[in-house]
Structures are given as C-alpha cells and as structure tokens.
C-alpha cells in the first residue's frame, strides 16, 4: 500500500514524484501495489486516504505501507511509534523511503527497535516524573484526583424514591449521573 500527501493543491507542490519513486521500488522488489493513496492537504486537517489505508491495512489488504517520508504520516514522533507499533502488532511492514527504513529488512527491523527501545526509555522516564510529583504532592498534603461531589445524599434518596430518574437527579441536583449512581450504590 503507497500513500503520498503534499500539503497544498498548489502546482509547486505535485504528489507524482512521491508516486513514482514507490512505484518504481515497488517494481524493483517485485510487489503488486494493493492501494494507493493521496491527500492533498496539510497533515493537520481530516486526511481520507490516510484513513482509507489505515482501514486497508487493519482489514490485512497489503503487506507494506509504503510512504516517502515520515512526516507525510504522522504529525509527531509519539503518533509515529503509535502507529509502527500498531503495524508491528498486525503483521505488517513499513516503509519510508526518505529516512531508508524498511521493516522487511533486518537492518530495518533493528532501527525499528532501536526507535521502540527510546519511544519505551521515554515513557518510562515520564511515568517516573509523574510518580516524583504525585509523592512530591502528597507530601505537601495536597489533594489528589477528581474533586469531591458535595451533594444533597437525602435529597437524592427522597427523588430516587419517588420514582426520578437518575439523569434527572443529576439535572436536578447539578451533578454528573456517575456521582449519582454511585451515591445510590452506598444507599
């Protein structure tokens, strides 16, 4: 599967040599191309072929996504190993021509790990860094989590009882109906 994406429609910005460079690399490894497809728009807004081959690719339609560069996918380093990791986890391949990484080779597969492995180093430092805040807090005596729901408990028994409904009793009682559900559950 081929996707190619050029920010603008502007004659200056033609998605033609992205499809041919995969094309023909393509041909060189002696693939069928099962999809192609293009945006022509800023990687920040609604893109409908991204979309389409994401589909292709979880309904296992092709073997490879195929792009020229990183950018032309993902927004962010994070979307970026989001989204390997989801191939990875599907079976299929990746690869950007740009950056020469190729999952279908071994020296492909290693910068993938390698790229996992800091994708993995950083996720942990944060869970490390939220942790030392969160103790830092409660040191400080500070209160965690949501806010607590002052809400009238007998007010919501007496309506409950009489026949309310429970997203009434929120509406009535300025509250979500979780709270609601769950001051009922105590009663």
């Given at each position: 599967?081929?996707?190619?994406?050029?920010?603008?429609?502007?004659?200056?910005?033609d998605p033609r040599p992205q499809l041919r460079e995969m094309t023909?690399?393509?041909?060189?490894?002696?693939?069928?191309?099962?999809?192609?497809?293009?945006?022509?728009?800023?990687?920040?807004?609604?893109?409908?072929?991204?979309?389409?081959?994401?589909?292709?690719?979880?309904?296992?339609?092709?073997?490879?996504?195929?792009?020229?560069?990183?950018?032309?996918?993902?927004?962010?380093?994070?979307?970026?190993?989001?989204?390997?990791?989801?191939?990875?986890?599907?079976?299929?391949?990746?690869?950007?021509?740009?950056?020469?990484?190729?999952?279908?080779?071994?020296?492909?597969?290693?910068?993938?790990?390698?790229?996992?492995?800091?994708?993995?180093?950083?996720?942990?430092?944060?869970?490390?860094?939220?942790?030392?805040?969160?103790?830092?807090?409660?040191?400080?005596?500070q209160r965690l989590g949501r806010p607590r729901v002052d809400a009238?408990?007998?007010?919501?028994?007496?309506?409950?009882?009489?026949?309310?409904?429970?997203?009434?009793?929120?509406?009535?009682?300025?509250?979500?109906?979780?709270?609601?559900?769950?001051?009922?559950?105590?009663?």
């Amino acid at each position: 599967m081929i996707y190619a994406r050029v920010s603008t429609t502007d004659k200056e910005q033609d998605p033609r040599p992205q499809l041919r460079e995969m094309t023909e690399f393509c041909g060189f490894r002696r693939w069928s191309v099962a999809l192609e497809e293009v945006d022509q728009i800023s990687s920040a807004e609604e893109r409908p072929g991204w979309k389409r081959i994401l589909a292709a690719a979880r309904a296992r339609k092709g073997d490879v996504v195929l792009c020229r560069h990183f950018d032309r996918i993902a927004r962010s380093t994070k979307e970026l190993l989001e989204l390997l990791d989801e191939f990875r986890a599907l079976g299929i391949d990746f690869i950007s021509l740009n950056q020469q990484v190729d999952t279908t080779t071994p020296h492909g597969k290693l910068m993938f790990t390698i790229i996992a492995a800091v994708a993995e180093f950083e996720r942990a430092m944060t869970r490390e860094r939220v942790k030392l805040g969160l103790a830092d807090a409660r040191r400080r005596g500070q209160r965690l989590g949501r806010p607590r729901v002052d809400a009238d408990v007998e007010k919501i028994r007496m309506l409950w009882q009489s026949g309310v409904t429970g997203n009434e009793i929120a509406r009535q009682m300025n509250i979500s109906p979780s709270s609601v559900r769950r001051i009922l559950k105590r009663l």
